[in-house]
């Protein structure tokens, strides 16, 4: 499995990829910590929906790990693993520890 | 329609409607990506196809093949669901395995492949995909119970995806076919056949290409703003 570093820089070019999709005044600025999705963010439903699917296909065709990110486990945790760049990081990390 | 070069995925290619529809769309000139349990029993050495085989139910094997066929493809543009099972029988005298098998082939199966599709034709902005229901649905058939609900499913699953794929500029349609000569209903007796057959509108079996015709409909370029809907055939 990749490292957090590793994951954490796959996971800013999905970002960066998502971006694209946005209008410029609403696209994610990439920081430490930065709020992914949730209040105090411009993702929308379907742009989280966009930047997973992207994040799942980087992650097969640039690391060969295959994973699904939104599984049940995903919406039981009491703080959304999608809330800001470091919990999502943190959680793809745990998703290859229990695999 | 400009069919050259685009790739439709059809599951259940080995048998019935979706081995009809892959000789149908590899005669107009797409290239098809047949995907079944079975080897394909079709006899064409044409370049435009290929088959893929997989049990539609089990989540590893869908996620492995449509990722195959993108790479192998660079694209997807349709997907046909055709892969199903019956097994007809009063509801009192079905056991819980083949209410399993049923609903895994027919609703879970159309479920994963629409949902692994969609994430590599949203790559492209643009999709097709055209589920199969059946009669069973509307017509509410004795001795159906389990297969009509799982047809039922795979309707209302099929309107609402439309809804959740739109975005990403994909139509999700059904096509409801009445009974048709297939492996699906030999066991079904003559009479309860003919019972069916006398509650359509226009009173005859289907025919493949009556399937044909009203998924061409769905998947055609101009019918970019057609999604959500279900077309039961016979006038039900």
Redesign the interface.
């Known amino acids: 499995m990749l490292s957090k570093d590793e994951i954490k820089k796959i996971v800013i070019k999905s970002i960066q990829e998502i971006n694209l999709l946005l209008e410029k005044n609403k696209r994610l600025k990439i920081e430490k910590n930065m709020c992914l999705y949730g209040p105090g963010s411009n993702l929308d439903s379907i742009g989280l929906v966009n930047l997973l699917v992207d994040l799942e296909q980087r992650l097969y065709n640039e690391a060969g790990v295959s994973v699904s990110i939104m599984d049940s486990k995903a919406f039981s945790l009491k703080n959304s693993p999608f809330r800001n760049l470091d919990s999502l990081v943190n959680f793809i990390a745990n998703i290859g520890k229990d695999k | 329609m400009k069919n050259k070069n685009k790739v439709v995925v059809i599951t259940g290619d080995s048998k019935g409607i979706g081995r009809y529809l892959t000789e149908y769309y590899l005669k107009k000139g797409f290239v098809v990506a047949g995907c079944s349990r079975l080897e394909s029993g079709l006899n064409t050495k044409s370049r435009s196809y290929s088959h893929f085989r997989l049990d539609v139910s089990q989540e590893d094997q869908v996620?492995k093949t449509v990722?195959s066929i993108f790479h192998r493809f660079k694209g997807i543009d349709i997907l046909i669901n055709c892969a199903g099972i019956a097994s007809l029988n009063h509801a009192l005298l079905t056991p819980a395995e083949t209410v399993d098998r049923i609903f895994a082939v027919n609703f879970k199966g159309t479920f994963l492949m629409s949902r692994e599709c969609s994430?590599f034709m949203?790559i492209n902005r643009c999709g097709r995909i055209v589920n199969i229901s059946s009669v069973a649905v509307p017509l509410k058939i004795e001795g159906e119970a389990i297969y009509a609900a799982s047809k039922s499913a795979v309707a209302t699953f099929s309107e609402i995806f439309a809804k959740e794929v739109a975005?990403f500029n994909i139509t999700c349609n059904c096509v409801g076919p009445t009974p048709i000569e297939t492996d699906l209903i030999k066991n079904v007796p003559v009479e309860k056949i003919d019972r069916i057959i006398n509650s359509l509108s226009l009173k005859r079996m289907g025919k493949f290409i009556d399937v044909a015709n009203a998924i061409d409909f769905f998947v055609k370029d101009e019918s970019g703003y057609v999604t959500g809907q279900t077309i039961y055939l016979g006038g039900v």
């Open positions: 996620v990722r994430k949203k975005p």
